[in-house]
């Protein structure tokens, strides 16, 4: 099975842009969510999606937002860059959740760099 | 209000001797945890769990204690190898809020 890709894996903007940044998940899995790891900062939840439905989200502004479409696959868009959205942003697919853990498979980023 | 920390951002051990990697939380709701490790230029993979009802989760070289009492779990690494070379990320997931929360990480360099 492929694992979860992600595209662009590097990306330069500049402030006030907006980016979109892509993932399409392990086939099978209809639950992706997004993370931003800076340095020191760990992994920060972004948002959760599930059948084309944001089912959870974390505390980013609302610059930060999300879609899936009917194949799984996700895009998330940051509007009006800021330098401090540079950041690694990581997508992690798993298997349909009901009220158990399921493991999260990840994608290997994409590296946005704001000038 | 973090909610999972991991104090030590680094940590050095011998090859052969037993790496410890802590992890605390804060949220009595969490029900299970998780020890990623991420490589440079990859996503996190995921290495071990444990259900909160448990307090010892063994896999190979790898093991996982919690002692909920003290809101603190520990990852050991024994022995530890040069491959083990990575940043370990701990994560706490909230079956209610359907959500993972994770540490910092720690950067664990094992010298041969």
């Known amino acids: 099975k492929a694992g979860v890709t992600q595209t662009p894996r590097y990306l330069i903007k500049t402030r006030g842009q907006q980016v979109t940044l892509s993932c399409s998940p392990i086939?099978?899995?209809?639950?992706v969510s997004w993370y931003q790891q800076t340095p020191g900062q760990g992994l920060q939840f972004l948002f959760e999606y599930f059948s084309e439905t944001q089912r959870n989200k974390g505390n980013f502004p609302g610059r930060f937002s999300g879609r899936q479409f009917s194949n799984s696959r996700s895009e998330m868009n940051v509007s009006t860059l800021e330098l401090g959205d540079s950041a690694l942003y990581l997508c992690?697919?798993?298997?349909?959740?009901?009220?158990?853990?399921?493991?999260?498979?990840f994608g290997p980023g994409t590296r946005l760099t704001v000038l | 209000d973090q909610q999972v920390k991991q104090n030590s951002p680094s940590l050095s051990v011998q090859e052969g001797r037993i790496s410890i990697l802590n992890c605390d939380y804060t949220?009595?709701?969490?029900?299970?945890f998780l020890w990623y490790k991420k490589y440079p230029a990859e996503g996190p993979t995921f290495l071990i769990s444990?259900?909160?009802?448990?307090d010892k989760n063994e896999d190979g070289r790898f093991t996982v204690f919690l002692n909920k009492s003290a809101k603190h779990l520990s990852l050991h690494i024994v022995p530890s190898q040069p491959g083990d070379s990575a940043v370990y990320f701990c994560?706490?997931?909230?079956?209610?809020?359907?959500?993972?929360?994770f540490g910092d990480g720690t950067t664990l360099t094992v010298k041969p």
């Open positions: 949220n009595s709701m969490f029900d299970y």
């Open positions: 994560a706490a997931f909230n079956t209610n809020a359907g959500k993972s929360t």
């Open positions: 992690a697919s798993s298997l349909p959740a009901t009220n158990s853990y399921n493991e999260q498979f």
């Open positions: 444990i259900s909160s009802i448990k």
């Open positions: 086939s099978g899995h209809r639950s």
